[in-house]
């Protein structure tokens, strides 16, 4: 069955008031066992409960990454729990009280370590206003340092919209206006939506509707809104997701087993734009699945929707003219929410949905009311024991005569109207949100004809041993930023990264530096005065080919992982003195190839392990203790977190991400598996007839998966098995990497050319001059601006790269 799989998230049901959440990875709709009151059991689909099968209740303290305070039913008594697999936790608790207690009982991580903010137990319990006014991240969107869509996930994420609550699912806009076109052309204006206006008014004959609503309202027992529905609700989100595991399910279950009227199922992209620009009760924001899930839009399951009344059979949707299929669908609006023109007006739109045009004087103004039961505040449930017995916050709400309290009827009514109409996202700022900096005051560069010179310097090191491993680990925050190398002697050098190339305002830029060379050798290299405590001895085994999957070098560049040893070990090495500071073993046969994820900022990662027994070991790198594995008494005997399974062959390649919670790993004969990082088989990517020996996988956290096969074949397949393009190129390539984004892909090989692809369709973009040696490995600098190259020769090779200069609206527009 076709499930969501983009990253791992959670599954809940509810018991006994409380939530229970699972390692799923999509979310259950809330689903209460037990009555509150009663203790009567109610009875739960069993189709619903297959999607708990992995419920449990153990989790490892050590693997809390952030704790966040959440609302359930807009009461504030929920925890929200992230872990270092990426899967997310979720509870409901009786009252604020117990999740004080919580939190303290729960260890000091704060809300994590990526937006800026302490990690202490006081921000699990901040405000989502606090916790907007306290962090980085409207300065780093500004700065264009994050994407939009990272920020509109981190608006999300603070203001309690979470994928575990189909009531609470994150909202985002719709950009474009034009789904008719054959042809879409994202540098028109009249092809975006006017973001400073919420959906409803966008059509001036709606807004007047709308406007009259309010303005004649005569409903004593509620005040006036403009619109009786929310751009956010759980049967939208479902209705959304209606073709896809387990939202299929869940419909079905809240439906009589029935999927809805065919005329009012999501068929047609095109559709649902002008209904919600035409009627009256259809003001649906979008998911963020429209910008990253491609299977959305795909019946493959084969359900029955019916015929619409057009005699139309309801299969797959109906994609846009411009869209010839689904990845280009959600590619290109993807491309439409990083534009430009989205870029400098996104700010009035976040002012609507989490900002000063929310609630008030303002909104009114705006058209922007909806139901007084959506916002947070219009209940206030905190100080009755009695679940049934609760405080009236509003003169709207229904008393009884006798207690003044309400009444037992009008409860059920009121958590039915928060639980099915919507709940507004909690408010993050009471002042207009500031615009985005423009692209040209930022990144000047960006938007000049002559183009910097492409070579920026080689660096020759007296040894001619060819540099097979490069790690670019250059941010400025670090003890020592660096690109380190290692040659196939295994001689290793860390070579001082110097930050010559950087945004105007950005951290750590200097003017000063700008004529500098951003790569000095290791004095230690460039002396001979202590190649001693850079050159690792330890015998390999004689059958191992010295190549850049044989080394790992930790985010801070102080230690080496090393595998391809005769006992069947991966061994870490101190880059400061080249000694031995621990040997991992696990596996039955030599380890063949190593792979780390991307780093926490206390350093903790992912290692993986592949061997020649055809298994992958997954490991945890402790940053704190610098080890493999969590305790430092234990380090001579650590446990993998993990063994991966599969394989028939030895295991030659491999790629882990964090971020989507999956490895992707490479036999010698075939086939590359994709495992969770729970250890769980999903499944194999099976390339065309010609794809069948792997050497190199390169995942994104955007879920582009690279997959380069001997004799210079690639194939690019989606994140959930999907062969998107293929191509073959003259050249042996030694080493691929893809940009943060995921967009652009870059090759080097036998040839000695440096090449840039467009990922999705492998159209080639920029072929950098050739260099007189081979490339044998290859990585980029934190900001994506140099690329440095290994080259077969002994020397590393520094190229100006900027991924924007590839980009359409630099290219039509400058």
Not at 62 to 87: D, K
Not at 93 to 112: E, N, W
Not at 568 to 581: C, P
């Amino acid at each position: 069955m076709q499930t969501a799989t983009k990253e791992a998230r959670a599954v809940a049901v509810g018991f006994k008031g409380h939530m229970l959440w699972s390692r799923f990875s999509t979310p259950l709709l809330a689903v209460s066992l037990m009555k509150v009151k009663t203790g009567d059991a109610l009875s739960v689909c069993s189709c619903v409960l297959a999607y708990t099968e992995g419920l449990h209740g153990k989790w490892m303290f050590s693997e809390i990454r952030a704790v966040f305070s959440r609302r359930y039913l807009l009461q504030n008594t929920a925890l929200e729990v992230f872990m270092a697999n990426r899967t997310s936790v979720m509870f409901n608790f009786p009252d604020q009280a117990t999740v004080k207690k919580v939190v303290y009982s729960l260890p000091r991580v704060g809300v994590g370590t990526s937006y800026g903010l302490p990690q202490a137990r006081r921000i699990s319990l901040a405000t989502p206003r606090q916790l907007y006014k306290s962090s980085n991240m409207t300065q780093r969107w500004q700065r264009r340092e994050i994407s939009n869509f990272e920020y509109l996930m981190f608006l999300n994420t603070i203001a309690g919209r979470t994928y575990n609550d189909l009531n609470q699912y994150p909202v985002f806009p719709w950009v474009l206006t034009n789904y008719d076109s054959e042809e879409l052309d994202l540098t028109l204006p009249g092809n975006f939506r006017d973001l400073s206006k919420p959906i409803g008014a966008l059509n001036p004959k709606r807004a007047v509707f709308y406007a009259e609503r309010y303005e004649t309202w005569e409903d004593d027992q509620s005040p006036p809104y403009h619109y009786n529905t929310h751009y956010s609700t759980a049967t939208s989100t479902l209705s959304w997701l209606v073709r896809i595991e387990p939202f299929t399910t869940f419909f079905l279950n809240a439906n009589d087993g029935k999927f809805d009227h065919p005329n009012r199922t999501f068929s047609s992209v095109a559709r649902s734009w002008r209904t919600s620009q035409r009627d009256t009760s259809d003001v649906k924001e979008l998911i963020p699945e429209f910008y990253y899930l491609p299977e959305m839009f795909v019946n493959s399951n084969g359900y029955n929707l019916g015929v619409r009344e057009d005699e139309v059979v309801v299969n797959d949707v109906d994609l846009p003219p411009w869209a010839k299929k689904p990845e280009d669908f959600v590619r290109i609006n993807r491309m439409a929410l990083e534009s430009e023109f989205v870029s400098c007006q996104l700010h009035q739109w976040i002012d609507l949905i989490f900002g000063y045009k929310q609630r008030g004087p303002e909104a009114v103004r705006a058209l922007n009311v909806f139901h007084y039961l959506t916002y947070e505040g219009s209940v206030n449930l905190d100080s009755i024991t009695d679940p049934v017995l609760r405080e009236i916050p509003e003169a709207y709400f229904i008393r009884d005569p006798h207690t003044f309290l309400l009444t037992k009827d009008f409860i059920k009514a009121m958590e039915a109207q928060i639980q099915n109409f919507g709940q507004t996202p909690s408010q993050l700022l009471i002042e207009p949100h500031p615009p985005r900096s423009s692209a040209m005051h930022l990144s000047p560069l960006m938007f000049k004809d002559q183009m910097q010179q492409d070579v920026i310097m080689v660096l020759k090191f007296p040894s001619n041993s060819p540099v097979t491993h490069v790690a670019a680990n250059t941010l400025p925050h670090l003890t020592i930023p660096a690109v380190v190398t290692v040659t196939c002697s295994r001689l290793f050098a860390v070579n001082r990264w110097h930050n010559t190339v950087g945004l105007r305002g950005a951290p750590g830029y200097s003017l000063d530096q700008a004529h500098h060379l951003p790569i000095e050798m290791d004095p230690l290299i460039a002396n001979n005065s202590g190649v001693n405590k850079r050159q690792i001895t330890d015998l390999v085994d004689q059958s191992i080919q010295i190549n850049a999957h044989c080394f790992v070098v930790t985010a801070d560049n102080r230690y080496i992982l090393i595998c391809g040893f005769w006992d069947k070990s991966f061994r870490v090495y101190s880059t400061e003195t080249g000694k031995l500071t621990q040997i991992v073993f696990g596996h039955w046969d030599v380890v063949t190839c190593l792979a780390r994820s991307e780093s926490y900022i206390g350093g903790d990662c992912y290692i993986v392990s592949g061997s020649r027994d055809a298994t992958l070991l997954l490991w945890y790198w402790s940053g704190r203790h610098h080890i493999i594995g969590d305790n430092p008494n234990s380090s001579d005997y650590p446990a993998p977190r993990a063994v991966l399974t599969g394989h028939d062959h030895e295991v030659v390649c491999v790629s882990v991400c964090a971020e989507l919670g999956l490895v992707i790993s490479g036999a010698k004969e075939g086939p590359c598996l994709v495992h969770t990082i729970t250890g769980d088989l999903l499944r194999a990517l099976e390339g065309p007839e010609n794809c069948l020996f792997p050497r190199l996988i390169s995942v994104s956290s955007e879920g582009h998966c690279i997959i380069y096969y001997e004799r210079g074949r690639f194939s690019n397949f989606s994140i959930n098995g999907k062969l998107l393009a293929q191509m073959e190129i003259n050249d042996s390539t030694r080493a691929i990497l893809l940009s943060s984004d995921g967009q652009n892909l870059v090759t080097g090989g036998d040839n000695g050319v440096v090449e840039v692809w467009q990922a999705c369709d492998f159209k080639q973009l920029y072929i950098y001059p050739g260099c007189d040696a081979g490339i044998r490995a290859m990585d980029l600098s934190h900001d994506q601006r140099t690329l440095i190259t290994g080259m077969a020769s002994g020397s590393i090779v520094a190229f100006n790269i900027d991924f924007n200069r590839w980009h359409y609206e630099h290219q039509n527009r400058y």
